[in-house]
C-alpha cells in the first residue's frame, strides 16, 4: 500500500513528458469531476429547493402552520434520511465493482439495495401513521402547533417507501457515474410538486394537508422512475430482478455502520428542533426556515461529496490509490472555495429573501441573524461534505459511525450548555457551528492516513 502511495519522478513531474502527462491527468480529473458534480448538485438541491418553496406556502397559512410544519419535516426527515444509508452504501458498492470491472454484479448490489429500500420503507410508514401523535409532540411544540405537525406526518407517512426506493435508486446510477438521469427526476420531481403543493394549499383549501398530499404522490411517481430505470439497466446488465434474500440480508448487513453514523448525524438536528420549540413559535419558525437553507447549503455542497463517492470507489475497486488521494485534495480545495461563495451571497442577500419566507417580523429578525451565522460555517462545511464523501467511497464505515457519535456528542455538550446560559436560538446555531469543527477536525485527521485506502471490489 505504501509503494501505491509513492510518486515515479514522471508521476511527480520530474520531467517534461512527466509534467506534461501529470497537466493531461489533471484536466482530465477536473473534467471527471465537473461531470458528476454538476448534475448532482442539480438532483442534490431540486428536493430542498422545494421545501425551501414549500415552507414559504406554508408559512402564508400561519406561523403555527410553519412550526408544525417544521416540526412534523424533522420527525420525517428523520425517519428517512437516517436511512440515506441506502444511497451511500450502493453507491460505494457499485462503484467499487464497476472500477474492478463486474458491471453485472454492480448493478445486482443496487437491486438487492432497492428491495431493502422497500421492505424498509414499509415497515416505517406502518409505523409512523399510529405513532404520529406523539412522535410529533415529541418535539415539544405548543398545541396548536403540534395538531398540524401530526396532520403533516400521518398523511406523508404513504410516501416512505417511495422515499427510500428513490434513495437507493440514485445510488445506483451515481455508482455507475451517471448523475444526468437523477437530476432528470429530481427536477421534473421538484417542479411538479411545488405546483401541486400550492395548488391543493390554496385553490383546494386542504392547507397543511393539501402539501403533504401533494409530496406524497409527487414521491410516489419518482420511486416508479427509478424502479424502471433499474429494470432496464438489470436486464441490460445480466441482473436478476427477484427479491435475492442472501444479497438483501448482505447489503443491509455492509450498510449497518452507515446506519449508525447517520443515526448519530440526525441527533443534533431532533435536539435543535427540540431546544427551538421550547424557544417559543417564533423561534422554532424561524430555526425551520434556517434549517431548510441550511439543509439546501448543505447538499448544494454536497455535490463534491457525490463525485468524490463515485470516484473514490471506483479509483479504489481498480487499485488506484494515488488517483484517489489526488481527488480527495482536489475536491476539498473546491470545496473550501465553494463554500466561500456561497456564505458571501448567503449573508449578503438576506434582506431579498427572508422576506420571502414569513410575514411576521419577530420570525424575520431572529431568521436574519440566524443566517449570518449559517453563512460564516459553509466554507468548514464544504471541506467536512467532501471528506465525508471521501471516505465513504472508500468503503471507511467503522470510522465514520465512531466519528459521528464522537462529534454529536461535542454539539450535545454544547448546545445545552448554551441553552442553560440563556443564549436562545443563537446559543444553539453556535453548538451546530462547534459541531462542524469538529467534524472537520476528525474527518481531516483520518484522510491524512493511509487506513482509508483499502483497494479491491469490496462492501
Do not use: K
Not at 452504501?89 to 470491472?101: D, E, F, I, K, Y
Not at 453485472?104 to 432497492?114: C, H, I, K, L, R
Request: aromatic residues 6%; contains cysteine.
Amino acid at each position: 500500500m505504501a509503494a501505491q502511495d509513492e510518486l515515479t519522478p514522471d508521476q511527480a513531474g520530474g520531467e517534461p513528458g512527466g509534467r506534461a502527462a501529470g497537466q493531461t491527468q489533471r484536466r482530465a480529473q477536473r473534467r471527471e469531476i465537473i461531470r458528476l458534480a454538476v448534475p448532482a448538485l442539480g438532483a442534490l438541491v431540486a428536493e430542498p429547493l422545494f421545501q425551501l418553496c414549500d415552507s414559504a406556502i406554508v408559512g402564508h397559512l400561519g406561523a403555527a402552520q410553519l412550526a408544525g410544519l417544521g416540526a412534523a419535516g424533522a420527525a420525517l426527515a428523520t425517519l428517512v434520511n437516517v436511512c440515506i444509508f441506502l444511497a451511500y452504501g450502493t453507491t460505494s458498492a457499485v462503484a467499487r465493482r464497476m472500477g474492478a470491472g463486474d458491471l453485472s454484479g454492480a448493478v445486482q448490489q443496487g437491486v438487492d439495495g432497492m428491495w431493502v429500500a422497500l421492505l424498509l420503507g414499509a415497515v416505517i410508514a406502518a409505523v409512523s401513521v399510529p405513532l404520529a401523535g406523539p412522535i410529533a409532540g415529541a418535539f415539544g411544540a405548543a398545541p396548536t402547533t403540534t395538531g398540524f405537525a401530526v396532520t403533516y406526518l400521518r398523511i406523508s407517512a404513504a410516501g416512505v417507501p417511495s422515499m427510500l426506493l428513490v434513495l437507493a435508486g440514485t445510488g445506483i446510477l451515481r455508482g455507475l457515474q451517471d448523475t444526468r438521469v437523477p437530476l432528470l427526476v429530481a427536477a421534473v420531481g421538484a417542479v411538479v410538486n411545488v405546483a401541486l403543493n400550492y395548488l391543493l394549499v390554496f385553490p383546494a383549501g386542504l392547507g397543511i394537508a393539501g402539501s403533504a398530499t401533494g409530496t406524497v404522490i409527487v414521491q410516489t411517481g419518482m420511486g416508479v422512475a427509478y424502479a424502471a430505470v433499474a429494470v432496464r439497466a438489470a436486464r441490460r446488465h445480466g441482473a436478476h430482478l427477484r427479491p435475492d434474500w442472501a444479497g438483501i440480508r448482505a447489503s443491509a448487513g455492509a450498510s449497518f455502520a452507515l446506519l449508525v453514523r447517520t443515526a448519530a448525524l440526525r441527533v443534533y438536528l431532533l435536539i435543535a428542533v427540540w431546544i427551538a420549540a421550547r424557544s417559543g413559535t417564533a423561534a422554532l419558525a424561524a430555526h425551520t426556515v434556517a434549517t431548510n437553507l441550511w439543509n439546501t447549503l448543505a447538499l448544494a455542497l454536497d455535490a463534491l461529496a457525490i463525485a468524490a463517492q463515485a470516484l473514490v470507489g471506483h479509483a479504489l475497486g481498480a487499485g488506484d490509490v494515488t488517483g484517489a488521494r489526488a481527488a480527495t485534495a482536489r475536491m476539498c480545495w473546491w470545496g473550501l472555495w465553494l463554500g466561500v461563495i456561497v456564505g458571501a451571497l448567503v449573508a449578503v442577500a438576506r434582506p431579498l429573501y427572508v422576506p420571502l419566507f414569513t410575514p411576521d417580523h419577530a420570525v424575520q429578525v431572529l431568521l436574519s441573524g440566524i443566517l449570518l451565522l449559517v453563512a460564516l460555517y459553509q466554507p468548514v462545511s464544504g471541506v467536512v461534505f467532501v471528506l465525508d464523501g471521501v471516505l465513504i467511497g472508500a468503503g471507511d464505515n467503522r470510522f465514520l459511525a465512531v466519528a459521528s457519535i464522537a462529534t454529536t456528542g461535542v454539539f450535545v455538550v454544547c448546545a445545552y450548555g448554551a441553552r442553560a446560559a440563556g443564549w436562545g436560538l443563537t446559543g444553539l446555531w453556535i453548538a451546530i457551528g462547534a459541531f462542524m469543527v469538529a467534524r472537520l477536525v476528525a474527518l481531516g485527521v483520518r484522510a491524512r492516513t493511509g487506513a482509508w485506502t483499502v483497494t479491491g471490489a469490496r462492501r
